[in-house]
């Protein structure tokens, strides 16, 4: 896919003064809930509605969705509200029930992403149509994955599209349910500028108070909209409950959001300026976790050495791994004395972890 001008033109035609804001709950539950959410967004910076019909689970057993009753639902709190709507396909029987009632941008979950067999029947089913379709990143960190699902969409003559960043399954437990990996959002959107790109912070985060945060590094970084889980009544949501806000903190978030507004030059100066910092603190952000998870290991280390009655400090194996950072430190441009200030600092820390075993 070449970088086609027109990839955005359906989000300048919407003429925002602001990102775009894609809102309303995980899960269509009930006509009232679906009513009550749109009417609730209806003043608030929220262009879309959003709700999911049919529901992706991981695990069997959990709430899988209302079906298709609840597209009349979103039609009806189209009307009465004005707002547009949204939700999430899966097969071409989705895309034939959503199209049938009138949902105005369909999304192509982070499940089906990972399959080319399944874009490909829902590229089908979608061919030449008008409406708005967006596509969240696969599961895995894998970015032709992604593009590839975009490039099979634009070939079926699909012209109003955009991508949605949800982040990325790892098993390893961090603080976030779905890792944001930056860079490859910032890789796809140095490769396609003009692909609108929105951010999904609500399955990022998986719980709310880190929602905000993510929203502004998204801004910062050029993103053009955002799609968040909003509902009524949070807590007794049917899915996703703790990541979901209420209309109200939606709308305090949007209000809180920064957004620069310069023009020309200075606003490209400034762009890049934020584009890098949020680079470097989402690297800072990476070391400092990584350090952690490091003294965690060396407590382990401690904790073994105690029970076998060693002493903590064995300078054969320092000398060894310092050898070997000054070595790997010269690949990439860093030098011997920056190395050693680096690790003498790390061990230390280490020594002291271990002491406060030893001493306990
Ligand atoms: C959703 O948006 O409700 C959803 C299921 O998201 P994802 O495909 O990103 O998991
Ligand atoms: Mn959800």
């Known amino acids: 896919m070449k970088n086609n001008k027109n990839l955005g033109t359906w989000l300048n035609e ?57 597209l009349k639902w979103l039609k009806r709190a189209k009307d009465e509200t004005g707002l547009l709507t949204a939700t999430e396909v899966a097969n071409p029987r989705h895309v034939e029930l959503a199209l049938k009632n009138d949902i105005d941008l369909l999304w192509i979950g982070a499940r089906s992403t990972v399959s080319p067999f399944i874009v490909q029947e829902i590229a089908e089913a979608l061919k030449g149509t008008d409406k708005i379709v967006l596509v969240k990143n696969p599961v895995n960190p894998d970015l032709a994955l992604w593009l590839g699902a975009v490039e099979r969409l634009h070939t079926s003559n699909i012209d109003k599209l955009g991508v949605i960043h949800r982040g990325f399954s790892t098993y390893e437990k ?11 959002p910032i890789d796809l959107q140095n490769q396609f500028p003009d692909l609108p790109l929105i951010l999904d912070p609500s ?36 899915s996703d409950a703790k ?27 400034l762009n890049k300026l934020a584009n890098l910092r949020t680079q470097i603190d989402i690297i800072d952000h990476k070391l400092t976790e990584i350090l952690g998870k490091r003294m ?47 690790y003498k600092a790390i061990h230390q820390e280490s020594i002291n972890h271990q002491k406060r075993l030893y001493d306990e």
């Open 14 to 70: 919407m003429s925002l003064t602001h990102p775009l804001v894609i809102a309303g709950p995980c899960s269509a539950e009930s006509e009232e809930q679906v009513l009550k959410v749109a009417h609730q967004l209806k003043n608030t910076d929220a262009t879309v509605l959003r709700a999911g019909i049919w529901k992706p689970r991981t695990r069997p057993g959990n709430f899988e969705g209302v079906g298709e009753i609840g």
């Open 174 to 184: 961090t603080g976030y349910r779905n890792n944001p990996e930056w860079q490859i």
């Open 203 to 238: 399955h990022i985060a998986g719980r709310r108070a880190i929602i905000f945060d993510l929203c502004q590094t998204a801004l910062d970084l050029n993103f053009d909209g955002l799609m968040i889980e909003t509902h009524h009544d949070p807590d007794n949501a049917w």
């Open 243 to 269: 990541q979901q806000i209420t209309p109200e903190t939606l709308d305090q978030l949007t209000t809180d959001l920064t957004i620069r507004k310069e023009e020309g030059d200075a606003l490209e100066y």
């Open 296 to 342: 965690k290991i060396a407590d382990g280390i401690g904790a073994l050495k105690k029970k076998n009655n060693v002493a903590i400090l064995q300078n054969k194996r320092w000398n060894g791994i310092l050898s070997k950072m000054i070595l790997e430190g010269k690949e990439f441009d860093l030098s011997e004395e920056f190395i050693l200030k680096i």
